[in-house]
């Protein structure tokens, strides 16, 4: 069974600065794409940041020169680095990420729990 856990999250000032992380565990045999996405109240889950397995990335346009997104392959994880924090980038955040597993012949996406990044002062 593949679990993908998130930690980091947590009460941050604006202006200040968050790194996630999360890492993914079980028997994988290979993780290809590894994405972030926030998700508010009332409101579709946003995509903030991809990395695909060769490390290239895109942003969205909302987050793109104040969040990095990174992998360490070697320990299955992604890390989120969020910084110039601000009210509106207030959300739960999720990790995503299209793995194999050692007994399936194909792709499949899993989730993270989530974990909450309120930005106040």
Same mark, same amino acid.
């Given at each position: 069974q593949v679990q993908?856990?998130?930690s980091g999250g947590g009460l941050v000032q604006p202006g200040g600065s968050?790194?996630?992380s999360c890492a993914a565990s079980g028997s994988i045999f290979r993780i290809n794409v590894m994405r972030?996405?926030? *998700?508010t109240p009332g409101k579709a889950r946003e995509l903030l940041a991809v990395v695909?397995?060769?490390g290239r990335t895109d942003y969205?346009? /909302?987050?793109k020169g104040r969040f990095t997104i990174s992998r360490d392959n070697a320990k299955n994880t992604v890390?989120? *680095?969020m910084n110039s924090l601000k009210p509106e980038d207030t959300a739960v955040y999720y990790c995503n990420a299209d793995l194999k597993t050692s007994t /399936?012949?194909?792709?499949?996406s899993y989730w993270g729990q989530g974990t909450q990044v309120p930005v106040s002062s």
């Amino acid at each position: 069974q593949v679990q993908l856990v998130e930690s980091g999250g947590g009460l941050v000032q604006p202006g200040g600065s968050r790194r996630l992380s999360c890492a993914a565990s079980g028997s994988i045999f290979r993780i290809n794409v590894m994405r972030w996405y926030r *998700q508010t109240p009332g409101k579709a889950r946003e995509l903030l940041a991809v990395v695909a397995g060769g490390g290239r990335t895109d942003y969205a346009e /909302a987050v793109k020169g104040r969040f990095t997104i990174s992998r360490d392959n070697a320990k299955n994880t992604v890390h989120l *680095q969020m910084n110039s924090l601000k009210p509106e980038d207030t959300a739960v955040y999720y990790c995503n990420a299209d793995l194999k597993t050692s007994t /399936a012949s194909y792709y499949s996406s899993y989730w993270g729990q989530g974990t909450q990044v309120p930005v106040s002062s």
